[in-house]
């Protein structure tokens, strides 16, 4: 016995609509991929803020016993940042401040979001 016509009218509508959530999703893909990677770079600019926080830190720590800042700083952050840190002690007196700045890595290429600067205040040590 045959199948009656709208048996077959609803079968080949079926058809026609497999994969289609499949295509849905692929073309999803790069829109999450894209969100995904915004994130992650958004971590990295909070992690090399607070980094150049404890490098400022450090630095003025060690200049205010007058054993210089740049080496306590690269030393206060983690290995992969510590290549592109730089401290710079500012004033004297009775006091001294530095200012760590370390470069922010970019999961991207091409795209330079610039250094994260921190500074930090530290009594002289007498």
């Not at 994969?19 to 790069?30: C, I, K, R, V």
């Amino acid at each position: 016995m045959p199948y009656p016509r709208d048996y077959r009218r609803q079968n080949r509508d079926r058809d026609r609509d497999r994969g289609q959530a499949a295509l849905e999703y692929l073309g999803f893909l790069p829109v999450l991929l894209i969100v995904g990677m915004a994130v992650v770079q958004l971590g990295l600019i909070a992690y090399t803020a607070q980094q150049a926080g404890t490098a400022a830190r450090a630095g003025a720590r060690s200049a205010s016993l007058d054993r210089g800042a740049d080496g306590a700083c690269t030393a206060a952050v983690s290995s992969w940042l510590a290549d592109g840190t730089t401290c710079v002690p500012v004033g004297g007196g009775e006091e001294v401040t530095v200012v760590a700045t370390v470069d922010i890595p970019s999961i991207v290429p091409g795209w330079d979001f610039g250094p994260a600067r921190k500074t930090a205040t530290m009594p002289m040590d007498h």
